[in-house]
């Protein structure tokens, strides 16, 4: 299975340490992660306006977050933060170069089209295929406030996509259409009604 912020698997490989680049995890926290319906989902984030440390402390617990889930992205607003800023890892934490940190993000290029599986750690249990960019250019601010271009082709931009998404307040199950959609939110609504969501 495909999916964007969500995995089907485990975390492979060995446990990070401080040297590696990924978040202290003597400090860093797992938060709860909010899932559809919250209302803190569906509204905008603004932007970043100083990446103090308490921002850093946010990334910080964002990332042991999308790692403990696993889940190869993770945006604020799915933390309950209501802040333009994601992380994502499609190595989910293996490699400390896939480490991406995109504070008050935005595409600079964006191009084609693909259509793949995708999931969410904010949707668990449900997949669909989505349209998305073949190729996206993202400019963010990284963890230290650096300005940087990131190019995403294949599963990168559509990871880069889909949690830009999340900061405007837009699901994955949003950009569907008719009866796909209609089925996941009855499942949803029967789920949430049931106290099982
Ligand atoms: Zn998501």
Request: aromatic share 4%.
């Amino acid at each position: 299975m495909r999916g964007v912020d969500r995995l089907s698997r485990p975390r492979p490989g060995p446990l990070r340490t401080p040297l590696t680049g990924g978040p202290n995890p003597l400090t860093a926290m797992i938060r709860p992660i909010l899932k559809y319906g919250d209302d803190q989902l569906h509204s905008a984030a603004g932007a970043v306006d100083d990446v103090t440390p308490a921002v850093a402390a946010l990334v910080d617990d964002m990332v042991e977050t999308m790692y403990a889930a696993p889940g190869i992205g993770l945006a604020a607003p799915q933390v309950g933060v209501p802040l333009r800023l994601f992380v994502v890892d499609l190595s989910v934490g293996r490699d400390a170069a896939g480490l991406i940190v995109a504070i008050n993000p935005e595409f600079v290029e964006r191009e084609g089209v693909q259509l793949e599986d995708e999931g969410c750690l904010s949707v668990p249990g449900f997949n669909a295929t989505v349209v998305r960019p073949a190729r996206v250019v993202l400019k963010a601010l990284d963890r230290h406030g650096v300005e940087f271009r990131q190019e995403g082709t294949g599963l990168l931009a559509r990871a880069f996509q889909h949690e830009m998404d999340h900061l405007d307040g837009t699901l994955f199950v949003d950009r569907l259409r008719g009866i796909k959609r209609d089925l996941i939110v009855r499942r949803i609504r029967k789920l949430t009604r049931a106290g099982k969501w």
